[in-house]
């Protein structure tokens, strides 16, 4: 009987190719800076996009999303334990796509034509037209490799367009169902 593979024997680019078979939802997770992380007194709105999203728990009610470790948003999550996350819908590749532009120059812009509103519980932005909205809290931070899979407590559930499908992400590329 063979012996399993080593973990650095897997070459990274079929581990890659591998798990872009696995389609996946797309959520953009977002937060109020504080003023601790933030270029203003004021803070500012910051947000990503995510595909690594999932439900944990469901008493009590927890999610999590998983960030690369060099990721903006980590520094944001260990300053802000409030966050929420934007369902979107396969409408919404756009949104989708301007959250996940890596090195941007500023948070503030990218919020600046995205219609959102801000959670009452988080202060997070909630995208408009997402299919679903979470407002969290930490509850856990796990190192995990090169990311950090950040568990939180789910404060509020929402539906503002249930009707919608959701957008997709499979093969390095947003789908849509069907």
């Known amino acids: ?3 399993p593979a080593s973990p ?6 079929a581990f890659k190719a591998a798990l872009s078979r696995f389609a996946a939802g797309v959520v953009v997770v977002t937060a109020h800076e ?3 992380t933030s270029d203003t007194a004021s803070g500012d709105d910051v947000g990503m996009t995510a ?4 439900s ?3 008493e009590p009610p927890l999610v999590l999303v998983s960030l690369r470790r060099q990721a903006r948003m980590r520094e944001v999550f260990d300053a802000q334990p409030l ?3 934007s369902l979107l819908s396969q409408s919404q590749r756009h949104v989708a796509g301007r959250f996940a532009i890596p090195g941007r120059v500023s948070d503030r812009l990218m919020f600046a034509d995205v219609p959102h509103q801000h959670g009452a519980i988080s202060g997070a932005p909630l995208v408009g037209g997402a299919l679903a909205t979470l407002e969290c809290r930490t509850h856990q931070i796990v190192e995990a490799g090169d990311h950090s899979l950040v568990i939180g407590e789910v404060l509020s559930a ?3 367009s249930p009707a919608g499908q959701p957008l997709l992400h499979f093969r390095g590329r947003y789908r849509s169902l069907a």
């Open 158 to 160: 929402n539906l503002p």
């Open 1 to 3: 009987m063979s012996q």
């Open 8 to 13: 650095s024997s897997v070459d990274p680019e």
């Open 34 to 36: 504080t003023h601790e």
């Open 51 to 54: 595909t690594a999203f999932l």
């Open 56 to 58: 944990v728990s469901l």
């Open 83 to 85: 966050w929420a996350v």
